[in-house]
């Protein structure tokens, strides 16, 4: 069974641009979270989907935005970008709300300059 | 709310000896635990969890930990260390509420250097 992918692997963008990630979780899996990984702040939930909706949602500005599809893939908005934002964005699967096993993608790199 | 301190930022250990890695947490009710590894340039592997049950939880690649609820600890074990272990660790916890969905808070990681 092929793992969870992330697109792009690496991103480079502009202060002010918006950038738009992407990740397919483990077919049959229904849950993707997502996960922004820093130096300073280490690992911090974003949000969770579940069946196309957004299941919980962690302390983020309005800027950081998600969305599922039917299909269970998941794409991840970061408006108006800040050089804070640079980090390593990680999508998680599983296959429902409540499992005790996540798998995680390998990461988008975002780099803001 | 729930937190979760990894004590060590880095941990170096000959290879052969044990291996050791430190977390406390702090939360309301019944805890579930993780550990994950993580190698340069890629995401999180899981390693072992506890959820209930047995004390002592053997997961991937030899590591064990072992749950003390009156310590309020979750410690990562390896009897015998590798090179190809070194890598970050992460510690985890999940509110096992159904509303939390499947959140995880996680430690600030301890770098484990492991030398031959």
């Known amino acids: 069974k092929a793992g969870v992918t992330q697109t792009p692997r690496y991103l480079i963008k502009t202060r002010g641009q918006q950038v738009t990630l992407s990740c397919s979780p483990i077919?049959?899996?229904?849950?993707v979270s997502w996960y922004q990984q820093t130096p300073g702040q280490g690992l911090q939930f974003l949000f969770e989907y579940f069946s196309e909706t957004q299941r919980n949602k962690g302390n983020f500005p309005g800027r950081f935005s998600g969305r599922q599809f039917s299909n269970s893939r998941s794409e991840m908005n970061v408006s108006t970008l800040e050089l804070g934002d640079s980090a390593l964005y990680l999508c998680?699967?599983?296959?429902?709300?409540?499992?005790?096993?996540?798998?995680f993608g390998p990461g988008t790199r975002l780099t803001v300059t | 709310a729930q937190s979760v301190a990894q004590p060590e930022d880095q941990v170096n250990v000959a290879e052969g000896n044990p291996l050791t890695v430190k977390c406390t947490y702090s939360?309301?009710?019944?805890?579930?635990l993780f550990w994950y590894v993580q190698y340069p340039n890629r995401g999180l592997q899981f390693l072992l969890k506890?959820?209930?049950?047995?004390?002592l939880v053997k997961g991937s690649y030899g590591f064990e930990a072992e749950f003390n609820k009156s310590q309020t600890s979750f410690h990562l074990k390896k009897p015998s260390a590798l090179v190809s272990d070194s890598a970050l660790y992460f510690c985890a916890v999940r509110d096992p509420f159904k509303a939390a969905g499947n959140k995880l808070t996680f430690g600030g990681g301890t770098r484990v250097l492991v030398k031959p």
């Open positions: 506890y959820i209930t049950g047995d004390n």
């Open positions: 998680a699967s599983s296959t429902r709300i409540g499992s005790y096993e996540q798998y």
């Open positions: 077919s049959g899996h229904r849950s």
């Open positions: 939360v309301s009710g019944n805890p579930y």
